[in-house]
């Protein structure tokens, strides 16, 4: 063999190998007997499993095919005569496997015996493996210096052995271990539950791996932190159970991070659900307490807090007033005004707080200075000191409050978004010991980052809504004339946050005649475009109102306006509103007659409730929305009696949640017929019943009741194609004016009368028929069948005529023309005296 004893010079005979004899299990050793003329008369499946022999194959044959290297035959033979002296031999040799593998194997050869007659030698062979020796020393070196914390307990989970790692991570030394319980030494941590987790293990034989747990360390008791543990059964070679092993890993550091990784992804679903900036604001501390902080106070500028106030400062700037402050002045005219908007606490109340939400706050921590607002970073004070931070001592409420609530740990992060200036977050701990540390300022900031982002939206959207409303209630009209002919109110509710907003509007316009008009309409779209939108779209009505145009006529003027307007919008909408598409009820009361003329352009029909309560929707064509063109307006004409009340309202009013029109139109006449409630109860009434909620678009109602003007306010006479009638008329004037008590009219009265009725026998064709209307004005008319309106002149001083309608102009409130389906009536208006107003 190459190597028949490892430890024999080549050549030589073997001697007994002063390594340790090798103890062989001859159940699992490849064995074989061999004969002393050295043939093999014996072999195992053991054999067969190491060499891949059969036995047929090698029985009957030397066992020296076997060795790797014929020079070790030699070598056998001397070993084969030592074994026959009656000493067994073991050691090293190499042999050749039947694929023509050689391998290495642990070989021992008995001492010789007799079987049946012959003499016979037991070989045993097992092959060779890397073997690790490790002396105990170096087992004890390596438990002991481990940087894993490594314990044995006892099936009692009694202290029995434990490394200096394990020392080191629990603060406890190990003396005061040994021979106990955790729950006697660990109080802090989740014993219970650590030693139920040992149990279960002890009892099923099955690891516990990687259980992750959060204690205090005795060490350091301030800060808390985090370990990964893992549990073992310690058993036998039977399998008894002899009781635990367990390692432990401080994982501090990584739970860290995945604490603050989750609290800045958990913020966005927490902050910043409204466009409102005080919520906002409140929302970022609400969320850092406590897992983050114990005290957090979120300070906005005064611009930002309240949305009146001027605009917010650009980085890098300092605000106007402030003065050039010198880095750490820390003057009073250098801090900047900023207002108390989020505050919250561990503890119930907030008692730690010097200010209150809403309350001005007068300080910034060091640097004192709005240079930190503007271009500072993030300060970090770990340990609080109320007698020698500057900031506390200029403050002694602070500084006291430092004191009695154990404020110990602090950062300040400037809140800045899109390089503007939005005010300043601080983070303080007092409950939680563990101070903040260096790797807390990135998650601070970006907490206040995402938190400041939200701040400048809802700033933004708080400005744009704020002049949107104020425009809008602007254009919306202060008081609403009904005159004798109505009673009118109104209500009018923009739409919620999410869309701001809208165009919605409604007016009441007196017209000549004691004729009303009553107006409602809505633009497509929301914000301040479609606030001013809609007033160019009041306005525009209130000038064909001012032509007393019957209100279909009116809609195709109103139409023809639209268009022209739509060219004049940019490209792509860029606005977001659109003139086209608006809508609008255009309706013309007459409380004479008690008839109301009314068209539509796409609006929702109106409700009318007769006196009997009887709730109904007249039958109006709906005409197409503005801006179409081409297409008709078709007016109807209903009797609305003394008492009667009709409603005008925009779709916010009926689309509810379910967005079916034809249930809201129908839950608004329902709520319509309510009896007994004032005008204005019953307008407030409506709109609460009806409101959906959220509310997606304005809503505008406007109700008005009609009065009829009776016929001892009202006289007309027909006028006789005689110029003499004129001096009957004055005088049928003067005598009516009087009964009235109108008496200081009497004079410009008269005047009026002889003008309007001259120009008609001189200009115009009959029937020509005087009416006089007392109402909150005195009306005087002429009615002719002539379309031809007549035209104010400036007379000369050398002309002997044309100075009457320009008489009539300087006598009377206002005048002109309206025509009608027999030809055209010339109207004036007088204020009447004090005393009948």
Known sequence: MASAGSHSAPGAEPSQPSTPQLSFDTANDATVVVAGT???????????????????????????????????????ARIVERCRAGAGWSGVADVRRRDGRCIEVDLRIS???????RECFLASARERRPEWTVGQSVLDA??????????????????????????????????????????????????????????????????????????????????????????????????????????????????KAQQRLALVNDAGASIGSTLDVV?????????????????????????????????????????????????????????????????????????????????LVDSVPPR??????????????????????LWAVEQPAKGAAIREFGLHSLIAVPMRARDTVLGLTTFIRSLNLSPFEPDDVLPARELVARAAVCVDNARRYTHEHAAALTLQRSLLPHMLPGGMALDVASSYLPADAKDGV??????????????????????????????????RLR??????????????????????????????????????????????????????????????????????????????????????????????????????PEGSLIALYTNGLIEGRDRDVELGMSRLGGALAQRGLPLDALCATVVEQLLPVPQPDDVALLLARTHELSAEHVVSWDVPPDPAAVAGLRARTARLLRTWGLEELEMTTELIVSELVTNALRHATGPIRLRLLR??????????????????????TTDEGGRGLFLVAQLTRRWGTRHTPEGKTIWTEQELPATET
């Open 775 to 796: 109402q909150s004005v005195l009306v005087c008319e002429v009615s002719d069948a002539s379309s031809t309106s007549p035209r104010l002149r400036h007379a000369r």
């Open 502 to 535: 809208g165009g919605d509007w409604f007016d009441v316009i007196p017209l000549s005649s004691a004729r009303v008009a009553l107006v409602v309409g809505d633009v497509v779209g929301h914000g301040i475009s479609a606030a001013a939108t809609m007033g």
């Open 111 to 117: 001492a010789s015996f007799h079987l049946d007659g």
């Open 142 to 255: 390596f438990l002991t210096s481990s940087p894993i914390g490594i314990a044995v307990m006892s099936p009692q989970l009694r202290y029995v052995w434990m490394n200096d790692a394990l020392e080191r991570i629990g603060g406890v030394p190990r003396e005061q271990r040994v021979g106990r319980r955790m729950s006697e030494v660990l109080p802090g941590l989740e014993v219970d539950v650590i030693e139920t987790l040992m149990r279960r293990v002890l009892d099923t034989g099955i690891p516990a791996i990687d259980y992750e747990y959060r204690g205090w360390s005795w060490s350091d008791p301030h800060r808390e932190r985090a370990y990964s543990t893992s549990f073992f059964p310690l058993t036998t070679g039977d399998g008894t159970v002899t009781g635990i092993c367990y390692m432990v890993l401080d994982v501090t550091d990584r739970w």
């Open 38 to 76: 050295g043939t093999v008369i014996g072999w195992t499946h053991s054999a067969q499993d190491l060499l891949g022999y059969r036995a047929a194959e090698v029985v009957g044959r030397s066992a020296g095919f076997l060795l790797a290297v014929p020079e070790d035959r030699v070598r056998v």
């Open 539 to 640: 306005t525009a009505v209130h000038t064909l109102a001012d032509m007393d145009l019957p209100p279909d006529e009116l809609l195709a003027h109103f139409d023809d306006l639209v268009l022209r307007l739509s060219d004049e919008e940019p490209d792509g909408g860029a606005s977001g509103t659109t003139v086209l598409g608006a809508t609008c009820l255009y309706a013309v009361y007459d409380p004479v007659t008690q008839l109301c003329t009314m068209a539509r352009a796409g609006h929702p029909p109106p409700v009318v409730v007769s006196p009997d309560g009887r709730v109904n929707f007249p039958e109006l064509p709906a005409g197409p929305p503005l801006g179409l063109g081409g297409l008709p307006f078709e007016a109807a004409e209903i009797e609305l």
């Open 368 to 389: 004192h200075d709005v240079r930190f607002l503007t271009d500072g970073e993030p300060l970090l004070i770990p340990v609080l000191d109320s007698v020698r931070h």
């Open 279 to 359: 919520r906002t604001a409140q929302e970022l501390a609400d969320f850092a307490v406590p897992r983050f902080a114990d005290f957090v106070t979120v300070d906005l500028l005064e611009p930002v807090a309240s949305p009146e106030a001027p605009g917010p400062w650009p980085s890098g700037t300092a605000p106007c007033g402030t003065g050039a402050a010198r880095p750490g002045a820390g003057s009073a005219s250098s801090r900047p005004r900023m207002r108390r908007a989020g505050l919250s606490s561990v503890r119930e109340g907030c008692p730690e707080a010097v200010y209150r939400v809403g309350d």
